[in-house]
């Protein structure tokens, strides 16, 4: 089978398309013909040494990559057959070796392809999806009628986060580039603020709850806008220290979090996008043997939504 490898930790150079053996799935295992995969910004992170690099350092060969959609070729579990449609993110943070033509995947973090919605739009609905939604129910307990604030509005978890946030019944205050106003109000957002023209902070006041994607000084501003008693749930993992003790110095709620892969939450999702509730904006999409070009894209850290890879 066709299958990316990272060579060494570095650039996009140390990306090699090679030929591997079919992985032999075990029990509870499905064997999936993947069709599209998601790029996440922890996978150019953890090319670059970062993100997960230290959990898959002594994995030889390296093959990135969590977040998948394709087709069951051989099934050892009750929960899926040949010729089923299926999405989600495998072994994350571990090895989920998605950059192949065929995964060896755990079929309790798979959930069914919503028949409406495309392979692409369905690789694209998994880490990102599950972040916002994990971040929401398993975290912050978003509630209806809350004010949330989410930072970089138009980005892969963030537009997935305003969308869930808005079905929650909150009120929903985005920040992204004056170029994705109309893109995030358009998902549901009651206000978007410009984060180059404006400091959220001198415009913004009496938040319930804040998404924090940024970390760094934005775990400091946020702080000065949310109510005693409020969340911040800060995800990026590297630059996000002290948050809990910074939050609880003002009486709130400081929480970091890393996704989780989940069957459970993806069926949950699958719900969404089959009835249109949740959609997946997909800016950009490469072919397998265009990665390099799809991890550099990516790491401008300004797509709108997700970016796919597609065999």
């Not at 939450?265 to 072919?287: C, I, N, P, Y």
């Amino acid at each position: 089978m066709k299958a990316i490898i990272l060579k060494e930790f570095g650039g996009v150079d140390q990306l090699e398309l090679t030929e591997l053996p079919t992985p032999v799935i075990g029990e509870g295992e499905v064997l999936v013909q993947v069709k599209a995969i998601s790029i996440n910004p922890v996978d150019v992170k953890t090319r670059a040494g970062k993100g997960a690099a230290g959990a898959l350092k002594d994995q030889k060969p390296m093959i990135l990559g969590w977040d998948i959609a394709g087709i069951v070729t051989e099934s050892k579990s009750e929960e899926f057959e040949a010729g089923d449609e299926v999405f989600g993110m495998v072994h994350f943070p571990g090895h989920g070796k998605a950059y192949a033509e065929y995964v060896a995947a755990p079929a309790d973090q798979l959930a069914l392809k919503p028949a409406n919605i495309s392979f692409e739009a369905a690789a694209a609905s998994t880490l990102a999806a599950l972040a916002a939604w994990q971040a929401f129910s398993d975290h912050g307990r978003l509630r209806a009628g809350q004010r949330v604030l989410i930072h970089a509005a138009a980005g892969g978890v963030g537009h997935f986060a305003v969308q869930i946030a808005r079905h929650t019944g909150a009120y929903v205050i985005g920040t992204a580039s004056a170029e994705n106003k109309d893109f995030v109000l358009g998902l549901g957002a009651n206000e978007c603020i410009d984060y180059k023209a404006q400091r959220f902070e001198d415009v913004v006041k009496d938040i319930d709850f804040v998404l924090d994607t940024h970390g760094g000084e934005y775990v400091d501003r946020s702080l000065q806008v949310i109510k005693k008693g409020g969340t911040i749930v800060s995800i990026p993992s590297s630059v996000n220290a002290g948050v809990k003790e910074k939050a609880k110095a003002k009486g709130i709620n400081g929480l970091t979090m890393m996704v989780q892969s989940s069957g459970e939450d993806m069926q949950h999702l699958a719900g969404w996008l089959g009835d249109g509730t949740l959609r997946a904006e997909v800016s950009k999409v490469f072919s397998f043997e265009q990665m390099a070009e799809a991890h550099q894209a990516v790491e401008t850290g300004k797509t709108r939504g997700k970016v796919v890879v597609i065999f």
